[in-house]
């Protein structure tokens, strides 16, 4: 089966004065060649650049030309890379104030769902459209160099995190991220980091606190304040976090009603400006694949895809038609997948991380406390997996295009070879030892499956509220968290007792340890 997004051949944009600039994922074959005999700046539109008749040509340029933010639909032959090969191509195009944005497809199935893609793509491209600027001219090559390896060491020592099979210095991947980052520094921007995270509060109550942000969604926004001013005081643009929340992509799936997220992400965007105004972005899934479409143009959309919920929880409509609307346009073949997780390690064992995760993540959930059997349970939770598995990549997918030049970082510990890189959300001054017992399961240490407990030196701990309540295991099966002998003897420390804070309003922030 054929999804939309795997038709997308490039994005691009083609100034008033003739230069071009391409956003390509594909192959190069698929980027256009410039005729060796340029035209004039006047006459040199983008479909000028393929073979179409003077006709053609001037049918294109008219409807393009136009002022209104209508997208206009073309088809022409593009050149292969080559210069021998053609290929039939559909160009959706709009004119931006001094030139003209677009997306071309590599064929076209679908028309409504590839220009719904299309509109999608087109409708969020404003932070590419900022950094496809020309190179500022005050800084010297040599300076941006120095300013690159400074902003990467910054990062590098206060950000990334390291896994078992880390490829950051064995396989380019530092060097792929550093091209990112010179990428910006060379036109005097912020740098922009897309970090799909901050979802929604785990169901589990042996994990956190409750449903809403706590000290250690805090901790969090402290800890991108902490790397956002060392890198500021080293280039002075600094850096924006935009936060792109995968909550209503895997809500139903945790066990998680699709209100309780938007309450948490309203609640989080609340605490981030209040801390730090301007430091964090913070969007929504239906906020890309559902503004700016009519109720109808979505029901047509999503008429013919459907989306498992072997989870009990409360869907919105809303919620529910942005998942339907994702699945739709950026997904993928669920045999493929299947194929993978039999053939391909490193597919089976996110696999199987996802699976053990869901398993303690789920545990005290109705959908699978009330199964008959440990076995029932794990199949439940393997399912959830595979589904995971699919609207991940999903949505890995739809990041891509929309956020295709800024910095991609992630809780999940990657390889760092790049185009994802796994950063330790709290940093290391504000923790007493960072904790890894969960990368089993392929997470970071993360605020939303954690609680905090503020020791009686002022450093911190993320740890499950169970462990911290002094019961690790849950009842008579699986543990909820091993610590190791210097993290019990620090949350243990003779002559303390944990104290529950609570915020003004009466909403639990966090434990402190207080002398007896």
Known sequence: MAFPKDKIAFLYIHKEN??????????????????????????????SMVASTAEDLEAVKQATRSIAPEINRYTISMLGADSCSSWEATVYERYIGNGFEGVVFIQEED?????????????????????????????????????????????????????????WFTSGG???????VRYHVARNIPLEFILPAFPVKSCNPDKTLGKSPDKAE??????????????????????????????????????SDDAAVDSYGEMFWEMAHNLYPGLVNFFRLDEFLLDNHSEDSIAKLISNTDVDHPVATELTTHAENAR?????????????????????????????????????????????????????????????AFLMILRNRAYSAMVEWLFPLQLRISIHPHPNRGPKYGINIIHSSLVAAQRSSEEKNFHIPTPWHNTVVELADGKFMLLHSKVIRGSSMHT???????????????????????TLMRYPDGRPSHYRQVSV
């Open 18 to 47: 003739g230069e071009v600039a391409f956003i390509s994922q594909s192959a190069r074959r698929y980027v256009p060649q410039v005729a060796t005999q340029k035209s004039s700046s006047d006459e040199f539109m983008f479909s």
């Open 111 to 167: 028309s409504e769902n590839m220009k719904y893609l299309a509109s999608l793509l087109l409708d969020n491209s404003v932070m590419t459209r900022d950094c496809l600027l020309e190179p500022f001219s005050s800084h010297t090559p040599q300076e941006v160099d120095d300013i690159t390896s400074q902003v990467v060491d910054i990062i590098e020592k206060n950000y990334i995190h390291f896994p078992k099979h880390d490829q």
């Open 174 to 180: 530092k060097q792929r991220f550093a091209d990112r």
């Open 218 to 255: 805090e901790l969090a926004i402290h800890s991108m304040k902490i790397v956002a001013d060392l890198i500021k005081a080293v280039y002075a643009p600094g850096v924006h976090y935009n936060v792109v929340s995968d909550g209503h992509v895997f809500s139903d799936l945790v066990g």
């Open 324 to 384: 339907r609307a994702l699945m739709c346009l950026f997904g993928c073949d669920e045999s493929t997948v299947t194929k993978e997780i039999k053939e391909d390690p490193e597919t089976r064992n996110l696999y199987r991380g996802f699976s053990r995760f869901m398993l303690e993540d789920l545990y005290e959930h109705k959908s699978c406390k009330n199964l008959p059997s440990k076995s029932a349970k794990k199949k439940l939770c393997s399912q959830v």
């Open 476 to 498: 008579g099966e699986m543990a909820c968290e091993q610590l190791e002998l210097s993290q019990q003897l620090l949350l243990n420390r003779e002559g303390y007792r944990m």
